[in-house]
């Protein structure tokens, strides 16, 4: 089955920007819709972008405006452009794959592979 690996975060201030990457073990993640979640310590899991497998791209009104999402050229990675960060964008960020409806994509529940996570940190 596909792995997938995050990779790019790190401790910032806020205004900076980061990159994360989220890439496949298989150049078959474009057949994927890939969304990026996020938790906070003591909060739940909050879908934070998402680009399907019909390359629309999806956002939390959180993240509007401030974060973008992509897939790269090669074929087994996808971006999280995260600019303007705020010490609330602080959280430990997931990737995850699956095919889900435009209906569902906020829902964690549909997507069947996840990476790691990887901890953003953003201080004041």
């Known amino acids: 089955q596909i792995q997938l690996a995050e990779s790019g975060g790190g401790v910032v201030q806020a205004g900076d920007s980061l990159r994360l990457s989220c890439t496949a073990s298989?150049?078959?993640?474009?057949?994927?819709?890939v969304a990026w979640f996020r938790q906070a310590p003591g909060k739940e899991r909050e879908f934070v972008a998402c680009?399907?497998?019909?390359?629309?791209?999806h956002y939390a009104d959180s993240v509007k405006g401030r974060f973008f999402i992509s897939r790269g050229n090669v074929r087994n990675t996808v971006f999280l452009q995260m600019d303007t960060l705020k010490p609330e964008d602080t959280a430990v960020y997931y990737c995850?794959?699956?095919?889900?409806?435009?209906?569902?994509?906020?829902?964690?529940?549909?997507?069947?592979?996840w990476g790691q996570g990887t901890q953003v940190t953003v201080s004041s």
């Open positions: 995850a794959a699956g095919r889900p409806i435009l209906s569902a994509i906020r829902d964690p529940k549909v997507y069947g592979i």
């Open positions: 298989e150049n078959t993640l474009s057949t994927y819709g």
């Open positions: 680009v399907r497998q019909t390359s629309s791209t």
